[in-house]
């Protein structure tokens, strides 16, 4: 049961999302690149069929692994369609698009390598859906604490994030 993008139809599959649980959701693959459209249908179908309790009021965050923005086909990003989907399975979750930012940052944009926002997808994927992009390169950070961490007992967070993350008041 699959889409005219090879996307499995989730129909009124619903699914309850337990915090100590990973879930997976595995779809054939016809060919080593897929449209845009493919990455889109997944995500918001996936969205579709969760069951999420999204708080009322504030931003949702969606960290797409642009750290080094190649281009989409080279898969080393989150496909901006698989951004598009999110921003639209979660507006079906209540979430309006005004209320998403999509942001990342390490390596920051080299437009004499063709590594920018808009060369790999995103702005126009996020921009078309109402959406807000968040580039966080040259962005203050501060070190938290990673309460018996494995790899790292400190980590980097861009200050802009905790204050996306804090509570309305």
């Known amino acids: 049961l699959y889409n005219r993008n090879g996307v499995k139809d989730l129909g009124q599959l619903s699914v309850k999302i337990s915090d100590h649980s990973v879930y997976l959701l595995r779809v054939p693959a016809q060919d080593d690149r897929a449209p845009f459209e493919a990455y889109r249908d997944l995500a918001s179908s996936a969205l579709h069929a969760l069951e999420l309790d999204l708080p009322p009021t504030g931003t949702v965050f969606i ?24 921003i639209e399975g979660l507006g079906s979750q209540g979430a309006a698009p005004v209320r998403i930012t999509v942001g990342d940052g390490q390596s920051g944009e080299h ?5 920018t926002w808009r060369a790999c997808g995103y702005t126009d994927a996020i921009r078309d859906r109402g959406a807000t992009l968040l580039p966080l390169n040259d962005t203050a950070s501060t070190l938290i604490d990673v309460e018996g961490g494995i790899v790292f007992d400190r980590y980097p967070v861009y200050l802009s994030l905790i204050h996306i993350s804090e509570p309305t008041r």
Not at 111 to 115: L, T, V
């Open 111 to 115: 437009p004499d390598r063709g590594h």
């Open 63 to 86: 960290k797409p692994n642009a750290t080094v923005l190649y281009p989409a086909d080279q898969r080393i990003i989150t496909h901006p369609g698989f951004i598009a989907g999110l």
